[in-house]
């Protein structure tokens, strides 16, 4: 048996093509369904459903052999007993700094300002205002960064952006990409040694279906 991990929303949305371009189809929908372990047109494989954020560690203590989880979130999370041998290209984005508008980001930058940046992604801000030699109090939030300079608990977010529609919507705008967002497959180090017979077709299904994919 193979199990692999997804979170329900963009990242099953826009595997389910991929999946269905490797023979594998979902017996269940998990955003109807409130089944957790779902079966699929190959016997030998499973999905099992989780936070996005919780992929990792369920691929790292090996509860799952493969998983698909953004490239944030493998940031957060350090990568230990994973490997990352694809990315996916998908549920792409952009993990950037925002201000509000008005706020002179680069002048505060340039006058040694300390800021207060709200984010859920702190390992990767930490890095990057560390490595810009900006100093940073960070402030974790769970999600709605956008709202936090509105209500002045931050001068700045880390956030992901795609559309760049939440941040206009809230008078934000982005003054610093950080680094290109994609979902990655991961795989258990010793799930792949130890299954490799099972896993490396689906995992070549992968690479077939991204290369067909452009
Ligand atoms: O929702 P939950 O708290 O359970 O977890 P999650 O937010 O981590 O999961 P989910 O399913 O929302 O996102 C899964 C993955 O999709 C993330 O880990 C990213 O790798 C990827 N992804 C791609 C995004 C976005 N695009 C994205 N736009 N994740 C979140 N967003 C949010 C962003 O945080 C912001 O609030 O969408 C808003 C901005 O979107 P635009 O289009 O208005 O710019
Ligand atoms: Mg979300």
Redesign the pocket.
Known sequence: MITLAL?????FDETLPLLEQAGVRPLENPETSRKLIIGTSRAEVRLIIV???DTPTYVQYGAADLGI?????LLEHGGAGLYQPLDLRI???RMMVAVPQGFDYARAVRQGARLRVAT?YLQTAREHFGAKGVHVDLIKL?????LAPLVGLADAIV?????????R?NNLVAVEEILP???RLIVNQAALKLKRGAIQPLLDAFVRAVDENG
Request: net charge positive; hydrophobic share 35%; glycine share 12%.
């Open positions: 979170s329900k929303g963009r990242i936070r996005a954020s989880a953004g490239k944030d979130v549920a792409a984005c859920k769970y999600g709605s960064m956008e956030d992901l952006v795609s559309t760049g529609s939440t941040l919507a967002v994609s979902a």
